[in-house]
């Protein structure tokens, strides 16, 4: 079962930045569709983004519309979230999990948690 460790969160100012990595054990990476999902206090857990093992990305326009990219690297075996103009309601535990195709999401890792002030 592939493994995953996220990085990269952090504090930062309304307006700012951040690049989350996932991490992902086991060599068969590029055969997993991969995703990013949050998780604010005393909410549920909401998707994010995600990518197929093909490329193909979807994102929660809701939550992250035009201000975030999903992207992955087999050969570092890392998926990607870059997110722009941060606002203090994007403030959440990041997670990040995979599935093969029609099967359920797996591999949750501890999350890395961003806050952002205001």
């Known amino acids: 079962q592939v493994q995953l460790v996220e990085s990269g969160g952090g504090l930062v100012q309304a307006g700012g930045s951040l690049r989350l990595s996932c991490a992902a054990s086991?060599?068969?990476?590029?055969?997993?569709?991969m995703g990013w999902f949050r998780q604010a206090p005393g909410k549920e857990r909401e998707f994010v983004a995600s990518?197929?093992?093909?490329?193909?990305?979807?994102y929660n326009t809701d939550s992250v519309k035009g201000r975030s990219t999903i992207s992955r690297d087999n050969a570092k075996n890392t998926v990607y979230l870059q997110m722009n103009s941060l606002k203090p309601e994007d403030t959440a535990v990041y997670y990040c999990?995979?599935?093969?195709?029609?099967?359920?999401?797996?591999?949750w890792g501890q999350g890395t948690q961003v806050t952002v002030s205001s």
């Open positions: 999990a995979a599935k093969m195709p029609s099967r359920s999401w797996t591999g």
């Open positions: 990518i197929t093992r093909s490329g193909e990305i979807v």
């Open positions: 086991g060599r068969t990476f590029s055969l997993y569709n």
